[in-house]
């Protein structure tokens, strides 16, 4: 049993108005930049150069997704 949800993304965005979620008590609905701070705005670039510098040393990209994509 799930006592309660935090969710940043839906699958139809914006959610309707009248869309269930928006009624929970327990559910939780942020626009899906609530991760934004200075902190994660830093990092996810820093991570993002990090994986082009494995790539390119023919390293597994240490923050990579979706391994299938980068085995091109």
């Known amino acids: 049993q799930i006592a309660g949800a935090f969710l940043d993304v839906t699958e ?3 959610l309707p108005k009248k869309h269930i979620l928006r009624d929970m008590n327990n559910v939780v609905l942020t626009p899906h930049a ?3 701070s200075e902190d ?33």
Request: glycine share 2%; aromatic share 10%.
């Open 34 to 36: 609530a991760w934004y």
């Open 12 to 14: 139809e965005e914006p």
């Open 40 to 72: 994660a705005y830093r990092e996810i670039r820093e991570k993002a150069v990090q994986n082009i510098i494995d790539k390119s040393k023919g390293l597994t990209p240490k923050y990579a997704l979706n391994l299938i994509t980068t085995r091109v």
